[in-house]
């Protein structure tokens, strides 16, 4: 079946759950208004379904290659990013005095997952782009702001980032690239990057590198790194790709999915690049970035999931089974509990995803402090289980097509294999936790008891009405409450990390709930109360279980000696 | 790291928790003492380690292929198909009087998961053989035996089962491949079957396959089957293979993983057939093989995780990161969440498939209805949780290895791409469960409560030794004997099936921390009690959501229309 974008759900979602007329009566987004939404969403999902959905077996029979030290795409993957730079999808909400459209993050974010459903591995490559855009706007000159962003916004350059090397993954600090002044304002780069989404393509006319590398002055650690602009092709006076850079890829991994998106080895040789942000401020820069990719790539996650789910429905509801009611599988027992936990999760995902987004729009729009805080708050939360439900999804759609869930022939393995490096990219799902449970409850859990209250508050105002719905939402937040409270009253920082992750998948289950609740309560008697029912009484009740080993501490987690762990 | 054999880890498990000293006490197993079993299991792994565990990237790299019609299997399996014959490890568990080794199930079944966890889709093959031996030896005639199994026995040749047809899957009675009587005793057999492991090879000397088939007077539906016998080369009158039979491949699926095991399409033009067991009977027929091949796939789930755990813990003892207390991110905090739960997970699933065993060869040494009754109770839940257990469990060592979880060279990839079928054939897990809440409750759960109360019965005992370990699963245990409770009492199946693969893994959480308790009491104050705790602390509690929803009944699910499934 053909994939559909889910411009209505988004809309639905916009609308009525995570409040968007509360971005578009901003200041800032008055011109964002909802016809504006409609459509832009609109055109953008037309664009999906009938230009980069088509792709996407491409790039998994025809993997993106090296030939003669020249990147070769996947079939159809120029075409398919002509259509995504004319468009202007790269710079949704990218700045308008740059060539960007200048809407709402939440905007953008319903787009990118639309686009990722149709084509994860192509989607890539503008995501990468708009978190250079998002960098050099906060980080940049004027100068290099007024020649690079133009032309990543229009498409005709693309942006990556570069951070991992072989011995620094997550330790990004333990990075040995070198970064040495050449006295005329420039930095000559030399060093090794790996794992480099988009590292080239041929269908841009210049790949710009940011590279986090080490000036000769900087400290071990993450306090002497520096970010470096680093164009494959450097600018000539007409600011057009002129000569060669001393950057090229190496080699291309050879990855279990995501073959169209080429992930390059990086090879810098005294490439010329340029200071961005100040010097040893590169993680802060980078942060700007990530937080941005993050977002993007709980999106990707969604995008998928939405996708696999289709998918899998087409093939339920045609598929026979003589013994269920209407004769095809999807009224199979079984296979309805996966189809509707799925869709209950896609929902519950996207719902925390574009809150998170909406949040980062409020933060923008009206600078208030708490608004920033819970756009912090939900980024994790939104990478995280947006990505694990990427990953569940496709994983639950291979098992509702039986025998032809395996066969690469029907696609729904490709989802899988596609959406699985989401989970460890832009930092892993553990990572994302440890950020929540550590760094974001380093305000003694305000943000999170703020948002703890809003979902208590709305499960006892839905009591009345809603009675089945609201008492386990209220109660199963209370846990969510209790274990916050103990999360943060924990001094030793291994027994917040040692629960983090199944802390992180708590939360957002209870998220869920309190997004499906609000669904519920703005149609009554529908199908999304139907489907909240569902996704309260059977799928909440996994908080107990999450929240209970969120709570397990370190002292068991290492009372094995690392020895002991060998069988 | 190369791949180790857990043949102390097996020991262990027969001797102290489920009992290997009860079966060996049985004249039927008098000759398979202690002294046998670790013989046996140490020169088995030791064929694993050296022969097999080479071949795993083989097969996924160079997979199986048609070439002008002949079968051309990944490089070094002929020679792997030959330790593993030759070994006599096809027979472990097969008749004494036609050259297997005569062992208990549980000792089949320990080898069976060690082969899988060095080669899975080598040892597939040997693992469909078994089948048809079990099969052959309970149904076939005397002439059938005497041909067929000394021959299948000592791997010169291989068996196969043949169920599935492109509209006839987990809806078997829709098949309509025909036999037809030639009147010499004989059956001509015309059809198409898809999804048959190892449909050829060119290692055998003859490939003989079982195929459901229905003859001119079956009734439509399951009741019209019949079983027959199909060689690819019909048996000369030395018993050598000869004339080649009607039956060809066609093609070979392009599968997401398994690539050293063909998975054929077979044409069957006329083919001669031997009828096995009663004309129409053929269901109770493949039942035994299916019962058989459901706990060899438990295992091979099983095994998978053992090896993607021993991968995962190798890399996470060996990559660097500064900030854990070791130094290796085996020591960070969410890595060794994973690790834990990976190695607890990968015990528990152990622990039933053996108990499942072992609780199958006292049923056939002792004649004993209860034995029956545990091992038919356990069957599903073995072969459910040991393929679910195998999934996650290398889905986890993914995220485990970072970036490079993704990249095909480290292998940690390929473990779950090829286990993932695993939860898929011979019949789903969805199939299984509902195995589980319905047919294997028809005795009013008077199985699953005699198992509960000897659960309940350990931890009473438990108590006073081992407190904060007991108590819990004493609990949880009450939980799920209230589940099974209401289970029973529900009249409509759909209550049932609604919740029947949750309730079917509460199950599993709960008879894993049964076993997790049985060897903390066996070895107290070491490794044995601290994963035990581990467990029961930070990993039973998942039963509570799980069993919630096994509650949760049809009518929530039936709520919505099918057209109310699309977003």
């Known amino acids: 079946m053909p994939y559909r974008a889910p411009v209505s759900e988004h809309l639905f979602l916009l609308r009525h759950v995570v409040g968007y007329d509360r971005i578009a009566a901003t200041p800032r987004f008055v011109e964002a208004g909802d016809d504006i939404l409609a459509a832009v969403l609109t055109e953008a999902g037309r664009m999906c379904e009938e230009v980069l959905a088509p792709l996407q077996r491409n790039g998994d029979l025809h993997p993106a290659r090296l030939e003669n030290g020249a990147m070769r795409t996947s079939p159809g993957y120029a075409e398919g990013w002509k259509a995504i730079a004319e468009g202007g999808w790269i710079g949704v909400s990218g700045p308008v005095d740059h060539g960007g459209m200048g809407l709402p993050i939440s905007v953008a974010t319903a787009i990118n997952e639309v686009m990722s459903g149709a084509c994860l591995s192509l989607q890539l490559a503008p995501l990468m782009s708009q978190g250079q855009i998002e960098a050099l706007e906060h980080h940049a000159s004027e100068e290099i702001k007024a020649l ?150 709980g999106g990707q996650g969604v995008g998928v999931a939405e996708a696999a789910y289709q998918q899998a429905l087409a093939h339920a509801l045609e598929r026979k089974q003589g013994r269920s009611r209407s004769g095809v599988i999807a009224d199979h027992a079984d296979v309805r509990r996966m189809l509707l936990g799925m869709k209950a999760d896609v929902f519950a995902a996207r719902a925390i995803l574009l809150a998170c987004a909406a949040a980062g729009d409020m933060a923008k729009a009206t600078g208030d402090a708490d608004w920033s805080a819970r756009a912090a708050l939900l980024t994790p939360i939104a990478k995280a289980f947006g990505t694990e439900t990427g990953i569940r999804v496709s994983e639950t759609g291979i098992q509702v097509h039986g025998g032809m869930g395996v066969i690469e022939e029907t696609g729904a393995a490709q989802f899988l294999r596609d959406v699985r490096v989401t989970a460890i990219y832009e930092g892993t799902n553990g990572v994302q936790a440890m950020d929540l449970a550590g760094r974001k409850m380093m305000d003694g859990g305000e943000a999170a008891m703020r948002l703890i209250d809003e979902i208590e508050d709305q499960a006892e105002r839905a009591r009345a009405s809603a009675p089945d719905l609201a008492g386990p939402v209220w109660e199963a937040t209370e846990t969510l409450r209790e274990t916050t409270e103990w999360l943060v009253a924990q001094g030793d920082m291994d027994d917040r990390f040692a629960g983090a992750m199944p802390y992180l998948m708590g939360f957002a289950r209870i998220l869920g709930a309190h997004f499906h609740l609000s669904a519920a309560l703005a149609e009554p008697d529908g199908a999304r109360e139907k489907l909240a029912r569902f996704y309260i009484e059977a799928m909440l009740p996994e908080h107990t279980g999450l929240l209970a080993q969120a709570r397990s501490g370190a002292s068991v987690l290492y009372a094995l000696d690392l020895d002991e762990l060998a069988s």
Chains 1, 2 share one sequence.
Not at 152 to 175: C, F, K, R, Y
Not at 191 to 212: P, R
Not at 216 to 238: E, Q, W
Not at 269 to 294: Q, S
């Open 148 to 297: 690079y962003l133009p032309r990543l916004l229009s498409g005709e350059w693309s942006g990556t980032m570069n951070l991992t090397e072989p011995q620094a993954g997550t330790d990004v600090g333990a990075l040995t690239t070198r970064a040495e002044p050449k006295g005329d304002g420039t930095y000559a780069i030399t060093g090794q990057k790996i794992y480099i989404s988009w590292g080239d393509s041929d269908f841009v006319e210049n790949v710009c590198h940011l590279v986090l590398a080490r000036l000769p002055d900087g400290v071990p650690g993450t306090k002497g790194i520096s970010l470096f602009l680093v164009p494959r092709n450097l600018p000539d006076a007409d600011g057009r790709a002129g000569q060669a850079n001393g950057v090229k890829v190496i080699s291309v991994e050879h990855k279990m999915g995501l073959h169209g998106s080429p992930t390059c080895v990086m090879e810098y040789d005294g490439a010329t690049g340029w200071l961005v942000g100040e010097a040893h401020g590169g993680m802060a820069a980078m942060f700007t970035m990530m937080n941005n990719a993050r977002l993007g790539v």
